[in-house]
């Protein structure tokens, strides 16, 4: 038998590559991918999402390490985008209205009060609605996984006045995602809105660079906003979602098997993450309150008639095109 001593196998391994690639660690991933977001680690779309990638190792044999990095720690949304174009990053939850800079349909179901309630989003986002938004995202170099996840259905904070008419919101500063959606919305209500990222929303507010910002509970709670700011109506002006974004050739990279399982962990924990947030907006008010935010109840439909005047719907309309706003009516009803 041949007998090889250290040093020499040390030379033959350096002169052949394979020798180093078969010394790998058994238990190395062959695919490490990171997954960005925009909440804070209590919030529920960070605790499913890092189940699921938990899920993913084990359901690989460990082939597949997807790291999760809350609160925006890779960079805000506008260039965390950027990122998953270029491969940076693999995974990214994103608001449909902020990655309609991208894939301007995306942002359709950020047009105002468009679902009486979660029946209609999910039976819109899941179906036929869900699917056009997807096709189109799937046109631009990215993969949209099947199950959308919830932000919520968004309410108006303010460290100023207290937000009751829609006359309330006349020249108001209101923080607004970055997205012409939000913009145009804010603007047809009379305020005076600014794009800001949400990594820099606490400061904006602490600061009184705005006065007001609108989110659902669930994010004015995890980002500890009741802080800064006074009163919270009650609006319930938009529903956003965040889609489940992979870089479409990083998703391709993996093998079948290894893909399925993490599409089917992901979109599992999607579902298990929308009755998560059903469940805090249930529960949050008591908190917020005793956090010291003064709830404020509204009339939703003279919010909405004050759209409707300014001729927010028929702008849309015509932004989105028909057969968009067509598929979404055809879920919620006539809207303009
Ligand atoms: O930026 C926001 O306000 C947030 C957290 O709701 C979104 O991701 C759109």
């Known amino acids: 038998m041949l007998k090889i001593t250290r040093r020499a196998a040390l030379s033959v391994g350096a002169a052949l590559p394979l020798v180093a690639i078969n010394r790998r660690p058994a238990h190395a991933a062959e695919f490490t991918y990171k997954m960005a977001h925009n909440t804070a680690v209590t919030h529920p779309l960070h605790i499913r999402a890092s189940e699921a990638a938990a899920k993913v190792k084990e359901g690989t044999s460990g082939r597949v390490e997807i ?7 890779l960079g805000s949304d506008t260039d965390t985008l950027s990122q998953l174009r270029s491969g940076a990053v693999e995974m990214f939850t994103l608001s449909g209205l902020i990655l309609s800079t991208l894939v301007p349909v995306a942002a359709i179901n950020g047009i105002g009060f468009a679902f009486k309630d979660y029946g209609k989003v999910w039976e819109a986002m899941d179906g036929v609605l869900g699917q056009l938004v997807r096709s189109e995202i799937g046109k631009r170099g990215l993969y949209a996984f ?11 904070t303010s460290a100023t006045k207290p937000i009751k008419t829609p006359e309330d919101l006349k020249g108001f500063k209101i923080r607004v995602p970055v997205s012409p959606l939000w913009t145009g919305m804010f603007t047809a209500f009379g305020s005076s809105p600014t794009s800001i990222n949400f990594s ?6 602490q600061t009184h660079i705005v006065d007001g910002q609108e989110n659902p509970l669930a994010i004015i709670d995890s980002g500890k906003l009741y802080e800064v700011q006074k009163y ?51 529960t949050l008010k008591g908190k917020l309150q005793a956090g010291g935010l003064t709830f404020v109840d509204t009339d939703p439909a003279a919010f909405r008639e004050t759209l409707k005047r300014a001729g927010f719907y028929n702008e849309w309309k015509g932004k989105f095109g028909d057969h968009a706003w067509g598929t979404l009516e055809s879920v919620v009803g006539a809207l303009s």
């Open 67 to 73: 790291t999760v990095f809350p609160s925006s720690q």
């Open 146 to 156: 099947e199950k959308q996840w919830d932000n919520g259905y968004r309410q108006i």
């Open 200 to 205: 820099e929303v606490y400061s904006a507010l």
């Open 232 to 282: 919270l109506s009650v609006t319930n002006h938009m529903w956003d979602g965040f889609w489940l974004l992979g870089n479409k050739r990083a998703i391709e990279a993996l093998p079948v098997a290894d893909r399925l399982v993490v599409e089917t962990e992901f979109n599992k924990a999607g579902v298990l993450q929308r009755a998560d947030i059903a469940q805090l907006n249930a």
